[in-house]
């Protein structure tokens, strides 16, 4: 019973690598520039659910999320030389947001309360990129981003444990992924609009 769990699993992780190779292609291309504030933010909040839903049995469905938060840190490294430089001082507050949050997180003893900040953070993660790339659309790739749904909705679907504690960030990074996507494009198309005239 739990084996098309395990396979929906390991789908997730590898549409999730499929995602970042293609995402670190194009930043060593130099077409983009990934944000270190939300990638550093992504990479800890990904390690705190990552945690909190192997402690509520998750199984399969959470591995998507422990390799993410591990290519993420990385993508956050690399931003550091390769990624956005102009930090204006909402990416700061931001910033700021999702290290409380991880501070709040330790502060409680429970995975529920820690995946519920934990998702609330990560959109708050999500505000320097998507402020970039509504500024610069161009220099976004979406190949991540429209993969990290599908990843996540897989990771959903191999979940062995199914509860608030386990679904919900999944759900929401799945949410927030996929309105990033159609923003960003609905943005390039209203900008070369604009350029045609």
Aim: hydrophobic share 60%.
């Amino acid at each position: 019973m739990d084996d098309y769990r395990i396979l929906l699993g390991a789908l997730a992780v590898l549409v999730g690598f499929v995602g970042e190779a293609l995402y670190l292609r194009d930043i060593f291309r130099g077409g983009i520039q990934p944000h270190p504030f939300s990638w550093f933010g992504w990479g800890l909040l990904d390690a705190v659910v990552f945690f909190a839903q192997t402690t509520k049995g998750a199984g399969a469905g959470s591995w998507v999320v422990g390799v993410a938060a591990l290519v993420n840190i990385g993508i956050a490294v690399l931003s550091l030389k390769r990624g956005e430089k102009r930090i204006v001082a909402s990416d700061w507050i931001c910033f700021g947001g999702v290290l409380l949050g991880i501070v709040l997180w330790l502060l409680t003893n429970d995975p529920l309360s820690a995946v519920i900040i934990a998702t609330v953070v990560n959109c708050i993660a999500f505000v320097p990129t998507f402020r970039k790339a509504f500024l610069r659309p161009q220099e976004e790739s979406l190949n991540i981003f429209a993969l990290d749904v599908v990843k996540f909705v897989l990771g959903i679907f191999a979940l062995q444990a199914v509860s608030t504690t386990t679904i919900l960030f999944p759900a929401v990074v799945a949410a927030a992924n996929g309105i990033f996507v159609l923003t960003v494009l609905l943005r390039r198309r209203q900008l070369a609009r604009i350029v045609q005239l």
